[in-house]
């Protein structure tokens, strides 16, 4: 019977801050703070600075507006900035531990000797990875705000990624260590239409909405130190995320002219003895 046992600690400590102002429900700002430390990385890069800001626009709260105000309910742009910080890597990566142990081979004591062992490298100035996301928004309704309409358009950047870093040699006998190694940007929009309304089933009050959301996005390796593009390393700049790597297919091959045309232009005898027939996929020539 074995018994094993293993403790780990981590602290987080925070400050924050914010300032509201309202000038007649039309003008609308916010600024707000977080600093935050993590004993997850090294006293000199423990601690980050997370700012945000939005103001927005009632536009319909405008006199110009009040001629369709009864019809056209709300109208109001707004835009924000926003920063927060990722602190989830390992409660110790920024150590390189030594492991205390027994040695398998006896060298004439007639017991095994006590060994050291040194673990995997590491990245002693581990910090916070950092998100930055600028948006842009706009909110309407109509119809005594039964219809209303929620557009955004917004762009994320995510720095000092924590990811795997330089590549390792195989011999080295140990992975890539996780770093602040990487840039991300993502763009994306979204589109939500609702309709909502109240009135009287059976003498009760009923109410219901319906939403529909349109969105999308793509995100885009920006930095990484792997200028060859290689694939032995987990990321290249212009990386799309989610890229799917394969042939192209513009169809089949439809009769047997066709399939003797890509016998002239395309030799398979290096991967197969047969031929090209009628039916075979064709693979698109990209080069």
Not at 30 to 57: C, H, K, M, T
Not at 194 to 202: I, M, N, R, V
Not at 228 to 250: C, D, M, N, Q, T
Request: aromatic share 16%; proline share 3%; glycine share 10%.
């Amino acid at each position: 019977m074995e018994v094993e046992g293993g403790q780990n600690e981590y602290a987080l400590a925070g400050f924050f801050a914010r300032v509201n102002y309202d000038y007649a429900g039309k003008y609308l700002f916010e600024v707000s703070g977080r600093y935050d430390g993590s004993s997850r990385f090294s006293e000199n890069d423990r601690w980050g600075f997370f700012p945000s800001a939005s103001a927005g626009w009632r536009i319909s709260e405008e006199k110009f507006f009040s001629k369709i105000k009864d019809k056209f309910n709300n109208l109001k742009i707004r835009y924000s900035y926003g920063s927060l910080g990722n602190q989830q890597v390992g409660y110790y990566d920024y150590i390189r531990k030594i492991s205390i142990g027994t040695s398998s081979y006896l060298f004439g004591t007639g017991s095994k000797p006590t060994i050291a062992t040194i673990g995997a490298p590491v990245a002693s100035d581990l910090t916070w990875e950092k998100v930055q996301q600028h948006n842009l928004g706009l909110d309407a309704s109509w119809l005594g705000n039964r219809l209303s309409l929620t557009a955004e358009a917004y762009i994320r950047d995510t720095k000092d990624m924590l990811t795997a870093g330089v590549a390792l040699p195989a011999t080295y006998g140990a992975s890539s260590p996780k770093m602040n190694a990487a840039d991300l940007r993502t763009k994306g929009y979204e589109l939500s239409l609702t309709w909502k309304d109240l009135f009287q089933l059976a003498g009760h009050p009923f109410s219901y909405n319906i939403t529909a959301i349109f969105s999308d996005y793509v995100t885009d390796v920006t930095k990484y130190d792997n200028p060859e593009k290689s694939f032995a390393l987990s990321h290249y700049v212009g990386k799309r995320w989610g890229e799917i790597w394969g042939y192209r297919s513009p169809g089949l091959l439809q009769s047997q002219a066709d399939a003797d045309a890509y016998n002239a232009n395309y030799d398979l005898s290096y991967i197969s003895s047969s031929k090209w027939t009628p039916g075979d996929v064709i693979l698109k020539d990209l080069n």
